[in-house]
């Protein structure tokens, strides 16, 4: 962990916290220190915003690879799980393709080269290994999810001109997922994860806006548009010298015909398939996060 009063906050046992940060090369002492007499090692963590191609590596790839030498060096016979991201894979309309090997996945964004590069440093470490690819990821508590549900709740929801295949999943349906491959340890497994049912990037907007007792104002825009939106992100966060969820690097994404995860692979090892409904967990999330009308959450 890199804050010690969150995770104490959270509620998590201060004798099992060790704090420091994947991107910082000190932090390799650390690693192996946790990494002592573990039998797993689950890797979620990964930096999900940048405005330069290279923002990403520092964490998503050296701080991987400082995890793995920790983990070789302190606790060989672990199994390493890294939850990496559909990005990686490259886009698709119909799941072809999410479950390829890193060598032949062909992402199209930064950030999906950086995953993609990360699940290379696993698959050479020499380590008992397992990757898990799950496409969006919405739930509570989430940075990501409230910016979602924000634009979905505008005046005007901005969307691109054509509609795309996503796959969405909902996080109670990851953490189970995770808790399948703990239990089973698939070894030299690509495993994407696919959400109950399927939706698009207009429908999902619609979907959201619906959870919280809403209608969806929806204004589609030339992706030109939007990629000149991003360059005044990005250039806003060189000055500030901190992200945004929305970049040019998005935008790349947002450019595909599709994101969509094939769920074959992960039903055949682990037995997995998502259970949360998309419209149940939306709405869970509109009412923990205080989004819903009418609704007045503590946390919001």
């Known amino acids: 962990m890199r804050d010690r009063e969150r995770a104490l906050a959270a509620g998590l046992p201060a004798a099992s916290l060790c704090f420091g940060d994947l991107g910082d090369p000190a932090v390799e002492r650390t690693l192996v220190a946790a990494a002592a007499g ?22 998503n790839v050296g701080g991987t690879e400082r995890l793995l030498r ?8 672990a199994h390493f799980v890294l939850v990496s991201s559909l990005a990686a894979a490259g886009p698709s309309v119909d799941g072809t393709g999410s479950a ?3 060598a ?11 995953k993609r590069a990360a699940e290379l440093c696993v698959v050479a470490a020499g380590l008992r290994w397992t990757i ?16 979602l549900f924000r634009q979905a709740l505008a005046p005007v929801a901005l969307v691109p001109r054509r509609p795309s295949p996503l796959s969405v999943i909902h996080v109670d349906d990851v953490a189970r997922a995770l808790q399948l491959v703990l239990e089973r340890r698939p070894v030299g497994a690509v495993l994407p994860l696919d959400g109950r049912e399927r939706t698009d990037t207009h429908a999902f907007v619609r979907a959201i806006a619906a959870a919280c007792g809403r209608r969806a104002r929806l204004l589609p825009v030339p992706l030109a548009l939007a990629g000149f939106g991003a360059w005044a992100s990005d250039a806003w966060a060189a000055l500030r010298r901190s992200a945004s ?5 998005k935008v790349r994404e947002l450019r595909a015909a599709g994101w969509v995860a094939d769920p074959a692979a992960a039903q ?4 997995f398939a998502a259970a949360v409904p998309l419209a149940q967990g939306l709405a869970e999330v509109a009412r923990a996060e205080g989004f819903a009308r009418g609704v007045t959450s503590a946390t919001a």
């Open 38 to 59: 573990v039998d797993a090692v689950v890797h979620l963590a990964a930096e999900l915003k940048g405005w330069t191609s290279t923002a990403y590596a520092g964490v």
């Open 70 to 77: 920790a983990v070789a060096a302190a606790a060989p016979r």
């Open 100 to 102: 390829a090997a890193p």
């Open 104 to 114: 032949a996945a062909r992402p199209v964004s930064a950030y999906g080269e950086s």
């Open 132 to 147: 898990v690819r799950p496409p969006v990821v919405y739930g509570q508590g989430d940075g990501a999810t409230r910016l």
């Open 245 to 249: 969820y929305f970049s040019r690097d």
């Open 268 to 271: 055949a090892v682990l037995g």
